[in-house]
């Protein structure tokens, strides 16, 4: 499995079959609504190129479900998009019409696709629906958590599998995310093999390197991480 991290909570997943994008945030629409989260990081326009056989957006927050971003990849009609989201988003990206198929992803929800079984889970945020997804890889056998934004809670670990290769978390502690101690410890309670913070140094001073865990993948910013 290839990964990247697109920044904030944007991460890309290519299979070799599908190329799975979650939670792309690639315009400055949070600084339009408010001028003190300036992105700091520039977008790297050659991801539009990117033609994602699965979208997932976690959450109904800009720099997650971002309309401007999402229409990019939405509005082409040279292929056919799954788009796994919550309720909450899923009732404004349906808006971007397009043909693509729409799927209503709540929590304890599958979808089975190109190799690929994916899992809504409980997160703990101020979009009373927000998810984090699960990954398995089918034919390498290897699991990915993706949390979304969330505080912990210890009812999250009950719905998760016994074992996860990597759990990406964030750990900005704002916004109702977790701080860099509680990812910490919900590093650990998940059972997590591996660890990548993410989901600073976009409207931040923060870095994955605040982040000190053993067994931490510290990413940069499109470029891809070691698995």
Partial sequence: ???????????????????????????DSVEKVNPMNRRCVPVKKELFDIRPDVMIFTHDHLDHYDPETASRFLSRKDKNITVLCPTSVWQKARTHGGGHNYVEFNRYTEWTEAGLRFRAVMAVH??????????????????????????????????????????????????????????????????????MPYHVGMFDTLSPEDFQEKNRVIANIYEEIEV
Wanted: charged residues 20%.
């Fill in 126 to 195: 101020s979009d009373p629906f927000a998810i984090g997804v699960i990954i398995e890889e089918l034919d390498a056998g290897r699991t990915y958590y993706i949390t979304g934004d969330t505080l912990y809670d210890s009812r999250i670990f009950a719905a998760l599998p016994a074992c996860i290769d990597m759990v990406f978390l964030p750990i900005n502690g704002v916004g109702n995310n977790m701080n860099v101690v509680d990812a910490a410890r919900f590093f650990h309670a998940s059972g997590a093999k591996k660890v």
């Fill in 1 to 27: 499995m290839k990964i990247t991290w697109l920044g904030q909570a944007g991460l890309l997943f290519d299979n070799g079959k599908a190329r799975v994008m979650i939670d792309p945030y690639l315009s």
